[in-house]
């Protein structure tokens, strides 16, 4: 066992997030966490870690056990390149280098020395480390990094491709437990069918945070946080969903089971004290009894408790019809997304026509694109990072509102119609909103779809998009990712288009709510353009498919 962490009590302020729960993680198990937006998984995260030891519990690990995560501030010495900040990271590397490539000129007759060089040949093929560099600049290209930024410093990278250097450091680094945080936002279906093969093949221990369903496809277990225990699951993602909905049918049945065994206990306990009342004899026979229903009735209060009930789509269709019942009063409440409505301008209208475009900045950075838009159809833009996807989205809705393009159109055309109304969301929160509070956001954004919009009109948002009432006055800058990526769920639909443009909408966002989109999508009667990385999501949205390539 590599690590087994005892939860008895954990709070944040308040609040309960964990409470009289066990998770145990092996050798070389690749494990998936998940759970709804703020329940705590980052919590347990750094539990683990050691780095949060404000709680009531234990957490024993195996001696000499080696932790790395994806969590830990990306810090690299000055100057240092980006190939080397990888190498640096790497369990041993540097020490093993320099004892194979100096001993031999000095170590002559030393037996310590020469069983120390002994050790560090075996060392070095176990770590893989003969080859390790050429690897880790395959790794480093696969997620778009050129040869020139390789070789280059490692400050000079962007915020995300620092994320990028730091995961390749970490799947080279032979740690014996790696916990990963959402690894795969942001990254393109090439970058993420490679993450998903290491996965497969790594042997270090993998503990996951991640509701991107092609890694959960490919871990062993399963781990869920929810109603404040942790739930173990094993299987890939195809096996939690069918273990959950079991697991839930069966706690819908004991649910209402307890509530029936506790009406029932408080009427015969209501009968036992009438009949304590009018007895007149001493000692009063009736009193034991009382007592005894009053003791049962505390302990099914105390126990009793509205489970959290959520069970994927196609599991709910293989319900029994009580079975249904019971699931539309009791499951876990959603996102309503209840503005996806219309969106049509007439079944055959174009909305968007574009003929041979070619656009980029200082050069082109993809030409000859040419494809319609009509009412209600989907459409997929495909293309590695960088291949200009969110250029031309930019470009597009930059049109439609009459700004002045950033990029420039070296030859053919954007074609809008009039009434085109887009609806967009983006992969980063629009920064003018991070420091209003909740409250002031939604205000914003209505206020600039020109809807009508008071106290009232903000707190049943809220509800609907699962924000408490004491977040209405959080600055949006302290909301967590889930969070955020739920105001701009509320900003795609204020101004009621009949276009919607979507770039990479699952990111940060929990299971129940990734499908609430795809079922809202589906209902949505206007067009939709979307980029996405998540196959799931492609898969239940269709459409025709447009390579942007370069």
Same mark, same amino acid.
């Given at each position: 066992m590599l690590l087994t962490a005892t939860i008895e009590e954990k709070r944040a302020g308040a609040k309960l997030l964990i409470m009289q729960s066990e998770c145990k993680l092996q050798d070389n198990e690749k494990v998936g966490f998940v759970g709804r937006n703020g329940v705590g998984k980052t919590t347990l995260a750094r539990i683990m870690l050691g780095e949060d030891v404000d709680y009531l519990g234990s957490v024993d690990r195996r001696k000499g056990l080696m932790i790395l995560t994806t969590e830990q501030e990306q810090i690299a010495q000055p100057n240092i390149s980006v190939i080397d900040y990888v190498l640096d990271g790497l369990r041993q590397y540097r020490e093993l280098t320099h004892m194979i490539e100096t001993y031999p000129d000095t170590m002559g007759e030393d037996m310590e020395k020469i069983d120390q060089y002994s050790d560090a040949l075996e060392a070095y093929a176990d770590y893989g480390y003969y080859h390790v560099r050429d690897q880790v600049v395959e790794s480093l290209k696969a997620y778009q990094l050129t040869a020139e930024q390789i070789d280059?410093?490692?400050?000079?990278?962007?915020?995300?491709?620092?994320?990028?250097?730091?995961?390749?450091?970490?799947?080279?680094?032979?740690?014996?437990? $790696?916990? $990963?945080?959402?690894?795969?936002?942001?990254?393109?279906?090439?970058?993420?069918?490679?993450?998903?093969?290491?996965?497969?093949?790594?042997?270090?221990?993998?503990?996951?945070?991640?509701?991107?369903?092609?890694?959960?496809?490919?871990?062993?277990? $399963?781990?869920?946080?929810?109603?404040?225990?942790?739930?173990?699951?094993?299987?890939?993602? /195809?096996?939690?969903?069918?273990?959950?909905?079991?697991?839930?049918?069966?706690?819908?049945?004991?649910?209402?089971?307890?509530i029936k065994t506790l009406e029932n206990r408080r009427e015969a306990l209501r009968a036992a004290q009438v009949k304590k009342g009018q007895s007149a004899q001493s000692p009063n026979p009736f009193v034991p009894l009382v007592r005894r229903l009053e003791k049962e009735v505390a302990e099914i209060e105390d126990r009793l408790s509205k489970p959290t009930i959520w069970i994927d789509q196609a599991s709910t269709q293989q319900l029994k019809r009580g079975q249904s019942e019971q699931y539309e009063k009791y499951k876990?409440?959603?996102?309503?997304?209840?503005?996806?409505?219309?969106?049509?301008?007439?079944?055959?209208?174009?909305?968007? %026509?574009?003929?041979?475009?070619?656009?980029?900045?200082?050069?082109?950075?993809?030409?000859?694109?040419?494809?319609?838009?009509? /009412?209600?159809?989907?459409?997929?833009?495909?293309? %590695?990072?960088? /291949?200009?996807?969110?250029?031309?989205?930019? /470009?597009?809705?930059?049109?439609?509102?009459g700004g002045k393009l950033k990029s420039t159109v070296y030859s053919g055309q954007i074609d809008c119609a009039p009434s085109l109304r887009i609806g967009r969301y983006e992969q980063e929160l629009d920064r003018s909103l991070l420091d209003k509070t909740l409250a002031e956001a939604i205000t914003n954004i209505y206020r600039q779809a020109d809807r009508q919009v008071n106290e009232e009109v903000v707190y049943q948002i809220l509800s609907e998009y699962l924000f408490d009432r004491h977040d209405i006055s959080v600055p949006v800058s302290q909301l967590s990712g889930g969070q955020k990526a739920r105001i701009q769920l509320i900003a795609l639909f204020a101004s009621r288009p009949n276009l919607l443009v979507l770039d990479e909408p699952t990111n940060h966002l929990d299971l129940p709510s990734i499908e609430e989109i795809e079922t809202a999508l589906k209902r949505y009667d206007g067009a939709v353009l979307y980029i996405s990385h998540d196959s799931y999501f492609a898969t239940a949205l269709g459409g025709e498919i447009i390579s942007i390539d370069g």
């Amino acid at each position: 066992m590599l690590l087994t962490a005892t939860i008895e009590e954990k709070r944040a302020g308040a609040k309960l997030l964990i409470m009289q729960s066990e998770c145990k993680l092996q050798d070389n198990e690749k494990v998936g966490f998940v759970g709804r937006n703020g329940v705590g998984k980052t919590t347990l995260a750094r539990i683990m870690l050691g780095e949060d030891v404000d709680y009531l519990g234990s957490v024993d690990r195996r001696k000499g056990l080696m932790i790395l995560t994806t969590e830990q501030e990306q810090i690299a010495q000055p100057n240092i390149s980006v190939i080397d900040y990888v190498l640096d990271g790497l369990r041993q590397y540097r020490e093993l280098t320099h004892m194979i490539e100096t001993y031999p000129d000095t170590m002559g007759e030393d037996m310590e020395k020469i069983d120390q060089y002994s050790d560090a040949l075996e060392a070095y093929a176990d770590y893989g480390y003969y080859h390790v560099r050429d690897q880790v600049v395959e790794s480093l290209k696969a997620y778009q990094l050129t040869a020139e930024q390789i070789d280059d410093k490692f400050e000079l990278l962007s915020g995300g491709q620092k994320r990028f250097a730091q995961l390749v450091q970490i799947e080279y680094s032979n740690a014996d437990l $790696l916990l $990963l945080d959402e690894p795969t936002n942001h990254m393109d279906y090439v970058a993420k069918a490679k993450f998903v093969e290491w996965l497969k093949n790594t042997a270090s221990a993998v503990l996951v945070i991640t509701h991107d369903r092609d890694v959960l496809a490919a871990v062993d277990r $399963l781990i869920e946080l929810k109603d404040k225990k942790i739930i173990s699951y094993p299987g890939d993602y /195809a096996a939690y969903l069918r273990q959950n909905a079991s697991a839930n049918v069966s706690a819908m049945h004991q649910y209402e089971i307890d509530i029936k065994t506790l009406e029932n206990r408080r009427e015969a306990l209501r009968a036992a004290q009438v009949k304590k009342g009018q007895s007149a004899q001493s000692p009063n026979p009736f009193v034991p009894l009382v007592r005894r229903l009053e003791k049962e009735v505390a302990e099914i209060e105390d126990r009793l408790s509205k489970p959290t009930i959520w069970i994927d789509q196609a599991s709910t269709q293989q319900l029994k019809r009580g079975q249904s019942e019971q699931y539309e009063k009791y499951k876990a409440r959603n996102i309503s997304m209840r503005e996806a409505g219309q969106g049509t301008t007439g079944h055959a209208t174009q909305l968007v %026509r574009i003929d041979d475009l070619s656009i980029g900045y200082s050069q082109p950075v993809f030409s000859g694109v040419s494809f319609d838009v009509r /009412a209600g159809e989907r459409v997929q833009i495909v293309g %590695r990072n960088g /291949a200009g996807k969110t250029t031309f989205v930019d /470009a597009l809705c930059t049109s439609v509102a009459g700004g002045k393009l950033k990029s420039t159109v070296y030859s053919g055309q954007i074609d809008c119609a009039p009434s085109l109304r887009i609806g967009r969301y983006e992969q980063e929160l629009d920064r003018s909103l991070l420091d209003k509070t909740l409250a002031e956001a939604i205000t914003n954004i209505y206020r600039q779809a020109d809807r009508q919009v008071n106290e009232e009109v903000v707190y049943q948002i809220l509800s609907e998009y699962l924000f408490d009432r004491h977040d209405i006055s959080v600055p949006v800058s302290q909301l967590s990712g889930g969070q955020k990526a739920r105001i701009q769920l509320i900003a795609l639909f204020a101004s009621r288009p009949n276009l919607l443009v979507l770039d990479e909408p699952t990111n940060h966002l929990d299971l129940p709510s990734i499908e609430e989109i795809e079922t809202a999508l589906k209902r949505y009667d206007g067009a939709v353009l979307y980029i996405s990385h998540d196959s799931y999501f492609a898969t239940a949205l269709g459409g025709e498919i447009i390579s942007i390539d370069g």
